[in-house]
């Protein structure tokens, strides 16, 4: 089956650094990656969709110039969290889809801003 | 946009009882419907899904059910069992296109 894999599972950081977590489809090209990102016991809230070679779209209220994406090629986007605060701290999801098929995740980024 | 809703929040059954866990949605142009299946810190799994084409889909012990015209959809687990245990969440959207979830529904089945 189709596999979505994200890095870093787990990553700590002091807050104003930043930080970068790859996306990558692993058996699959995908034009199109979606970032999510779930609070404790919330719902996935879509952040922002990622096209490969051109802009990212971002959802209303997320800050692009905070959340850099990059989606340089068919099998990687790349979410960077730049001056990260406390608030910041979540967990991040990737997902993309193979063509006709159902949308596959990533494993998921837990980031903790210290 | 696309605006689901999720109900109820959280559930309790007893082990060998149904399931059931109901979402609707807003936009009339969504045609496709998955469920997850989410463990604490792990990612979302899907369940089972269903098209706008079709009104009922089952796949063993998990069903789900669309009413295009009231906008609702459904999902049905029979004989739950303790590790049917998790949060479970609805999405909407149209096929190909950004999902958006529900709030997601703890399912606890007791023993």
């Known amino acids: 089956g189709a596999v979505v894999s994200q890095h870093p599972s787990w990553v700590i950081c002091k807050s104003g650094t930043s930080v970068k977590i790859e996306c990558r489809s692993l058996?699959?090209?995908?034009?199109?990656m979606f970032w999510y990102r779930q609070f404790p016991k919330q719902s996935l809230m879509l952040m922002a969709t990622?096209?490969?070679?051109?802009?990212?779209?971002?959802e209303q209220g997320v800050e692009k110039d905070k959340f850099l994406i990059n989606h340089a090629s068919l099998t990687l986007s790349t979410l960077t969290v730049t001056s990260a605060h406390p608030e910041d701290s979540s967990f991040y999801i990737c997902?993309?889809?193979?063509?006709?098929?159902?949308?596959?995740f990533g494993q998921g980024t837990r980031l903790t801003v210290v | 946009g696309e605006n689901v809703e999720q109900h109820p929040s959280t559930l309790s059954v007893q082990e060998g009882d149904s399931a059931v866990i109901k979402c609707t949605y807003s936009?009339?142009?969504?045609?496709?419907f998955p469920w997850y299946k989410q463990e604490l810190g792990k990612r979302p799994q899907l369940i089972i899904d269903?098209?706008?084409?079709?009104g009922e889909k089952k796949d063993q012990r998990i069903a789900v059910t669309l009413n295009k015209t009231a906008k609702h959809f459904s999902l049905h687990i029979t004989e739950t069992q303790p590790e049917d245990s998790a949060v479970y969440f609805c999405?909407?959207?149209?096929?190909?296109?950004?999902?958006?979830f529900g709030a997601g529904t703890i399912l606890r089945v007791k023993s």
């Open positions: 997902s993309a889809r193979p063509e006709q098929r159902e949308a596959f």
């Open positions: 058996d699959f090209q995908a034009t199109t």
């Open positions: 990622s096209n490969e070679g051109s802009k990212a779209t971002y």
């Open positions: 936009d009339s142009a969504s045609n496709y």
């Open positions: 269903i098209r706008s084409n079709v």
């Open positions: 999405a909407a959207s149209i096929y190909g296109n950004k999902l958006v």
